[in-house]
């Protein structure tokens, strides 16, 4: 189906989120750090789910190298962090999930991400 990265320093949610997507079909690459994430290639994903506080690179800085090197793939945030959805809009990310992770939900933002990724292209 599609090609999703996943980034999160945490194994649990990690292996949730792998479990979740690669059960409806998906391919999943993971990596716990954004410096991982971008020798990853992330420009040949379809979807990116990312979590904002990780060690070595976190987030953030990961979504500005990502634009900073042209690469458009939909970005999902996934946080504990309160004001995870005012972090979503600033860093023009597709959407967002809030940690501890609704596996219905990601699927849903997933699909989502997806359908608009098929729609632009």
């Given at each position: 189906m599609s090609r999703i990265l996943v980034l999160d320093?945490?194994?649990?949610?990690?292996?949730?989120?792998t479990c979740v997507l690669e059960a409806s079909g998906h391919t999943v690459t993971t990596a716990t750090n954004g410096r991982d994430g971008l020798?990853?290639?992330?420009?040949?994903?379809?979807?990116?789910?990312?979590?904002?506080?990780?060690?070595?690179?976190?987030?953030?800085?990961?979504t500005r190298r990502l634009k900073a090197l042209s690469i458009e793939v939909p970005v999902i945030l996934v946080s504990g962090d309160h004001d995870v959805e005012r972090a979503a809009a600033e860093l023009s990310a597709f959407g967002y999930v809030s940690k501890p992770v609704a596996t219905n939900h990601v699927l849903h933002v997933v699909t989502q991400a997806l359908t608009s990724k098929r729609s632009a292209n």
């Open positions: 320093d945490d194994a649990d949610t990690l292996e949730i989120l020798e990853a290639r992330p420009e040949s994903y379809d979807a990116i789910i990312l979590d904002l506080q990780m060690p070595e690179m976190n987030g953030w800085e990961f």
